[in-house]
């Protein structure tokens, strides 16, 4: 229904920034809720930051708020997440996703299409 390619991840230091980008194509990407979820080895995928379909409303896992913002550019269809002060903790697996609702939520089984997932590796 929807296509979704991440592009952004790599190598960091810890302390250091990363930007992930997400493109999406198919479904009218501004009535779609998007989301960040991150899988590392061993632990479930959890969510990492939502946003609604406008921008206006974020929510954030706790471990992240203060270093991490998700945004998103509906004109060029493209979900971002900013990624500073990053640490160890935050190595995974990042995977941006689509709601079938507008509304903001942090269930993941509202989320019904997945992108490929792009590394984040953050050394010490």
């Known amino acids: 229904q929807v296509r979704l390619v991440e592009s952004g991840g790599g190598l960091v230091q810890a302390g250091g920034s990363l930007r992930l980008s997400c493109a999406a194509s198919g479904r009218t990407f501004s009535d779609a809720a998007m989301g960040w979820f991150r899988q590392a080895p061993g632990k479930e995928r959890e969510v990492v930051a939502a946003?609604?379909?406008?921008?206006?409303?974020?929510a954030y896992v706790g471990s992240v708020k203060g270093r991490f913002t998700i945004s998103r550019d509906n004109v060029m269809n493209t979900l971002y997440l900013q990624m500073n002060s990053l640490k160890p903790e935050d190595t995974a697996v990042y995977y941006c996703?689509?709601?079938?609702?507008?509304?903001?939520?942090?269930?993941?089984?509202?989320?019904?299409?997945w992108g490929q997932g792009t590394q984040v590796t953050v050394s010490s």
């Open positions: 996703a689509a709601a079938a609702e507008q509304v903001l939520t942090t269930a993941i089984d509202d989320y019904d299409d």
């Open positions: 946003v609604n379909w406008s921008g206006g409303d974020t």
